[in-house]
């Protein structure tokens, strides 16, 4: 177990920027370098030290508080307050010792109050604040007869002090500087352009403090803008070393790595922080983005889909998922996908288009006419508002006027997937299944991967007792494609029944009728599988 001296000299245990904005509670152990904006309360029994930029709006409770900032609030402080030059306190001070610089502001009351914790239980006690504590208690008790005794203590006081510090050397003495002051002292002697001071000076904290990564980062910042990137890194990584879990160093290697283009480094560290942030979307953008263009497609993939379960409405991240699975050709991802994006863009008849499309190639000619009207609603003049209107007729029993919508169409467009798919479904219903295999094949040349073509096509070789195993091979492809159309099922089981296979028949048409227990036909057709099987 670490001993209490020990934790007291482990100093700067973390470094809040002037950037950081915060409200709340604020609790900590050890040493907190503050220089941004706080509001709430904060309450803790280590060192605080409020910098130059520093901003609390804060009741504080602590065990020692270095002020360089603006403080609004009461203070209690365990030890000492020091109130340095560039100082503006707003609220009472309750403390046991209290230091104001020149140049200081203070408006408020001040009390000084004594605790045996004062000098027990914080970081950089000495023997000498011991035996000043016995010099303050005897000196309270207001007897004039010991006041020799008492000038003599403070004396012995002042050689244990000056020379312990001679003698040791050591940074942590309480009396005259903490740790935390001299990593303020650094800070101050960079800016007015003493850099080789302020080095030695953080470099002596830290060879009592290794595993500071607050002084590694403040290193690191030096070496950052004096250029030297051989040892900016060497800080930066041994801050990681040291606190692997310390957001603030994973961002600050982040920028190093990207400065210097190591993209190797950049996509390990992108890695590591979001295991320790799974939320980070700027972070999965910018490691999506770098895997993308390493050619790590699937890796890629994946991160665009963590992003839409954070951000669902992600338009640019949709429309990018859904160009991977088209080329992917995973029909249902590029369904599920278009409709996400057809809710946020209501308005672009492309989009219907493309559902359409491939609600078509899933066998799912419902919604792919649903699809279709909304292309017609967004542009009435287009080539599939003619399809609506062929299939609208077809539908009311009109097959003549049907037949010669699509025929129209096809021959303005001979292209056009949907015109073939209407003239083959026509020509089937009035007994032309000869002509409707030749226009189902069309279909299929224009749209080779079409469940519903597929299944088409396989319907109109057995009504025209055409090649019974290439429908069967039309069927179970369509089948492939989505397993869970009824009627394409239905199809499959005709097929087997033609075959005399009964029993596959029965099976297939069970699987139909589970997925639509209301369709009569299949109940019918199951009756007849039945009886060719007795």
């Known amino acids: ?98 230091v104001v610089d020149d140049g200081a502001e203070l408006s408020g009351n001040c009390k000084m109050e004594f605790s045996d914790k004062a000098t027990k239980d914080l970081p950089y006690k000495s023997e000498a604040t011991t035996s000043l504590k016995k010099v303050y208690k005897e000196e309270s008790t207001g007897k004039s007869s010991k006041k020799i005794a008492v000038i003599a203590a403070l004396i ?46 953080f470099l002596k904290a830290l060879k009592e403090n290794p595993n500071s990564s607050t002084l590694l980062l403040l290193l690191a910042d030096l070496e950052q803008k004096e250029n030297n990137k051989d040892e900016e890194e060497k800080y930066l990584m041994k801050a990681f070393e040291v606190d692997e879990n310390n957001l603030e160093v ?58 839409v379960k954070l951000s669902p409405t992600d338009l640019e991240v949709l429309k990018k998922l859904a160009d991977y699975y088209i080329e992917a050709k995973k029909y249902k991802n590029i369904v599920k996908t ?92 009035t007994g032309s299944p000869n002509s409707a295999v030749t226009e189902s094949e069309k279909a299929l040349e224009l749209e080779p991967d079409n469940s519903e073509a597929l299944n088409r096509l396989a319907w109109c070789l057995i009504v025209a007792n055409r090649d ?19 009627q394409n099922i239905d199809t499959l089981s005709e097929i087997y029944y033609r075959m005399g296979e009964y029993d596959k028949a029965i099976e297939n048409i069970n699987k139909a009728i589970a997925l639509d227990s209301e369709n009569s036909y299949y109940q019918t057709q199951l009756a007849k599988f039945q009886q060719a099987a007795r």
């Open 1 to 98: 177990m670490m001993s209490k001296e020990s934790e007291q000299k482990k100093g700067v245990h973390s470094y809040i920027g002037n950037t950081v904005e915060m409200d709340g509670v604020l609790s900590f152990d050890g040493t907190l370098h503050f220089d941004g904006t706080y509001k709430g309360t904060i309450k803790a029994d280590g060192v605080l030290i409020v910098g130059e930029n520093g901003k609390l709006d804060a009741d504080i409770e602590t065990g020692n508080l270095d002020n360089f900032g603006v403080v609004k609030g009461n203070i209690k402080v365990l030890n000492k307050v020091h109130l340095k030059n560039t100082s503006q306190v707003s609220g009472d001070i309750t403390s046991h010792r209290l």
């Open 338 to 429: 278009y409709e996400k994006i057809s809710q946020l863009e209501p308005n672009q008849r492309d989009i219907f288009l493309t559902l359409g499309r491939y609600y078509s190639i899933l066998g799912m000619e419902k919604e792919s006419k649903e699809a279709y009207y909304n292309v017609e609603v967004l542009d009435p003049d287009s080539i599939e508002a003619k399809n609506n209107e062929g299939f609208k007729l077809y539908d009311a029993g009109n097959y003549g006027r049907s037949k010669n919508i699509f025929k129209y169409v096809t021959e303005i467009q001979p292209d056009n997937f949907r015109g073939h798919l209407g003239l083959a479904t026509v020509y089937v219903k």
């Open 250 to 307: 994973i961002n600050k290697i982040i920028a190093f790595k990207d400065e210097i283009s190591d993209k190797k480094g950049l996509l390990k560290f992108y890695k590591i922080k979001l295991d320790k942030d799974e939320r980070d979307i700027e972070t999965r953008m910018k490691y999506a983005r770098m895997v993308e263009e390493a050619g790590k497609i699937p890796e890629a993939i994946a991160q665009y889909e963590e992003i």
């Open 468 to 486: 019974i195993k290439l429908a069967l091979k039309f069927s179970q492809k369509a089948l492939s494609i989505n397993p869970d159309i009824p």
């Open 156 to 201: 012995v006081v002042a050689v244990i002090i000056v020379g312990q510090f001679i003698k040791t050397d050591e940074l942590f003495v309480e009396t005259e500087k903490d740790l935390a002051a001299f990593i303020t002292e650094g800070e101050k002697l960079y800016m007015d352009g003493n850099i080789a001071e302020a080095r030695s000076t």
